[in-house]
Nanobody
Framework: QVQLMESGGGSVQAGGSLRLSCAGS????????MGWFRQAPEKGRDWVAA????????YYTDSVKGRFAVSWADDKKTVYLEMNNLTPEDTAIYYC????????????????????WGEGTQVTVSV
């Protein structure tokens, strides 16, 4: 059974940094995509970033390019999201997710393409 667990959330001031981790278990590392999504209060769940664990290609939504970095540690089955220069608009619950199927190209941005999800970790950025 695939399980994902996020950690590393917290409260920071604007301009600060956080590093989220998502540890996985119950699967072997075929070329799947690991994605990060976030959901702000009273808003939908938005795609933030993803990495194809087979080739370690990375993808970002425009609002986080240059500030966030996603990476993968194969030996730990863990995906990271390094978040820098945070703003209050980054405040949300952050979820990691894994595609159910092997992905040979760019990682998908639609939540429906991800079959496994963590429970989320809260990130709060104050002014």
């Amino acid at each position: 059974q695939v399980q994902l667990m996020e950690s590393g959330g917290g409260s920071v001031q604007a301009g600060g940094s956080l590093r989220l981790s998502c540890a996985g278990s119950g699967y072997t590392n075929a070329a799947k995509c690991m994605g990060w999504f976030r959901q702000a209060p009273e808003k939908g769940r938005d795609w933030v970033a993803a990495i194809n664990t087979g080739v370690e290609s990375t993808y970002y939504t425009d609002s986080v390019k240059g500030r966030f970095a996603v990476s993968w540690a194969d030996d730990k089955k863990t995906v990271y999201l390094e978040m820098n220069n945070l703003t209050p608009e980054d405040t949300a619950i952050y979820y990691c997710a894994r595609t159910r199927w092997t992905i040979y190209g760019a990682c998908p941005r639609e939540s429906a393409e991800y079959g496994y999800w963590g429970e989320g970790t809260q990130v709060t950025v104050s002014v």
